[in-house]
């Protein structure tokens, strides 16, 4: 499944870089980000992945599906962090 968050980001869990279902954010040429990696974002700072999505799943209208993807995508940051 692939969710369309703007025409430069995506997450998707069709990737090589998704493992058992769970996705990866992917910038327009398919470069993929895991939630802990740090990215420019479109004004040229500098936000953590997980961040990103979850500001622009915000700013987009997704579904229900999309929704949960999202949530699986910021979870892995949220269970990466307690591990710590």
Sequence with gaps: M???LTPRWAI???HPAASYGQ???V????NPAGPGDWLLD???GVVLAA???ARLAREADLDAEGRAMVA????LELGHE???
Excluded: F, H
């Excluded at 910038?27 to 398919?30: R, S």
């Excluded at 699986?72 to 979870?75: N, P, W």
């Design 23 to 25: 996705p990866v954010l």
């Design 72 to 75: 699986r995508y910021c979870l």
């Design 27 to 30: 910038d327009e040429a398919n």
């Design 2 to 4: 692939r969710v369309q």
């Design 42 to 44: 479109e004004d040229g």
């Design 82 to 84: 307690s591990n710590r």
């Design 51 to 53: 961040d990103l999505v």
């Design 12 to 14: 998707t869990t069709n």
